[in-house]
Structure formats: structure tokens, C-alpha cells
């Protein structure tokens, strides 16, 4: 069964520093996400991507952050300069199309800590 | 600002009880509910989704939607040790992003 992988599954970085989180979504998806979960709160949206674009995305995600999709199979998340409050599991999710009744399909999710 | 409200629990539910966990939404307009399901450290796993008031049935679990209300609710029939987990209610925005709850926390005791 296809499914959304995540590399690396946790990721250690001191602050300031960039991090790049990446993502292979399931070949016949168009619509990409980005979620984050801090530690004991809720997931949290972060950035939907879908044609080469953002087509939407939350107060959480500021300059500091972008994606991309480089190569027609992986999507990524950089984080420019990372803060301490960074530190989150982030999780991909792909969807195939955009019909409403059309499900999300989370990866693994990267464990990204800050010192 | 759409909200997403769950109980946070924990529920506790002997083996082979039904759990109960419910949800309310505020936005009125929302269209599509899911309930996933999240171990600790895992990512959320999706159980259900329903789009039209009423039940809808999965084996042992039940989704009931009521949009009057703005009430989605998930009963897990003889509820196993298994089922131990985060049920996460969700909610899709304009962009077909999710909104999540916070999550009930769920004990199936053996």
C-alpha cells in the first residue's frame, strides 16, 4: 500500500541554525501539507502546497519558513533559522485530489529538536 | 478563528465497553469531519470520516454527525486494549486544510 514517507525521522539542530525536512508523498497526490505538533498540544497546520504554489498557510508559518518541491517527488519544509520553539514533530500529508470527500494521508513525521 | 473542541479526557472504558468521544465545531459551513487516530509519538492515523448527518458505520466504530448541532461524536464498540490511544476530531477549512482538536486521551483497561 502506497504511503507518505518522512526523512530524517528525528533531527537535532542548535539554534539559528537551517533545517530541511523532506517528504515523499504518494505518486498520485497533487495537494501537499505541512503540519506541526508540539509536544503535548494539538496538530496544527502549517502550509498547503498544490500546482508548484502555496495555496494556503497559517500565522505559524512566517519568513522563516518556506517549501518546495524540487524534483516532482519530494517536498520540503526549510526552516531558515531555526528557535528553540521549533522544536515539534512535523508531520506531510497528501491528498490525491480535491474533492471533499478526498482523505489525508499523514508520513511518519520528523521529530525536530532545537538546543 | 475555527474551533475544534474535544474533551481531553483521559476516558477510561473497560474491555469490551463502548467509549464514547465527542466534538464540537464551529464553523458552520464545514462539510467534512474525520476522527483519527494518534499513539504517543506516532502520526494521526485516520479512522473515519463521514460527511452527511446521521451514522456511519466501520466495523466497531460509529461516526454520528449532526450539523444542527455541530456535533460529531466516534463510539467504539467492545473497545480492546488496542484501542488505547489520542482520538483526534478534525475538521476540513477553505483550502481543505484540517483543524484539529486537541484530542481525548482513551484507556481501555484489560
Known amino acids: 500500500e502506497p504511503e507518505v514517507t518522512q526523512t530524517p525521522s528525528h533531527q537535532v539542530t542548535q539554534m539559528g541554525q537551517e533545517v530541511i525536512l523532506r517528504c515523499v508523498p504518494i505518486s498520485n497526490h497533487l495537494y501537499f501539507y505541512w503540519y506541526r505538533q508540539i509536544l503535548g498540544q494539538k496538530v496544527e497546520f502549517l502550509v498547503s502546497f498544490y500546482n508548484n504554489e502555496i495555496s494556503e498557510k497559517s500565522e505559524i508559518f512566517d519568513d522563516q519558513f518556506s517549501v518546495e518541491r524540487p524534483d516532482g517527488s519530494n517536498f520540503t519544509l526549510k526552516i531558515r533559522s531555526t528557535k528553540l520553539e521549533d522544536s515539534a514533530m512535523y508531520f506531510c500529508a497528501s491528498r490525491r485530489d480535491r474533492g471533499s470527500t478526498d482523505t489525508q494521508y499523514f508520513g511518519p513525521g520528523t521529530r525536530l529538536t532545537v538546543l | 478563528q475555527k474551533e475544534v473542541e474535544q474533551n481531553s479526557g483521559p476516558l477510561s472504558v473497560p474491555e469490551g465497553a463502548i467509549a464514547s468521544l465527542n466534538c464540537t465545531y464551529s464553523?458552520?459551513?464545514?462539510?467534512?469531519f474525520f476522527w483519527y487516530r494518534q499513539y504517543s509519538g506516532k502520526s494521526p492515523e485516520l479512522i473515519m470520516s463521514i460527511y452527511s448527518n446521521g451514522d456511519k458505520e466501520d466495523g466497531r466504530f460509529t461516526a454520528q454527525l449532526n450539523k444542527a448541532s455541530q456535533y460529531v461524536s466516534l463510539l467504539i464498540r467492545d473497545s480492546q486494549p488496542s484501542d488505547s490511544a489520542t482520538y483526534l476530531c478534525?475538521?476540513?477549512?477553505?483550502?481543505?486544510?484540517?483543524?484539529f482538536g486537541s484530542g481525548t486521551q482513551l484507556t481501555v483497561l484489560p
Open positions: 478534525a475538521v476540513i477549512g477553505s483550502a481543505r486544510q484540517l483543524t
Open positions: 464553523d458552520r459551513v464545514s462539510q467534512s
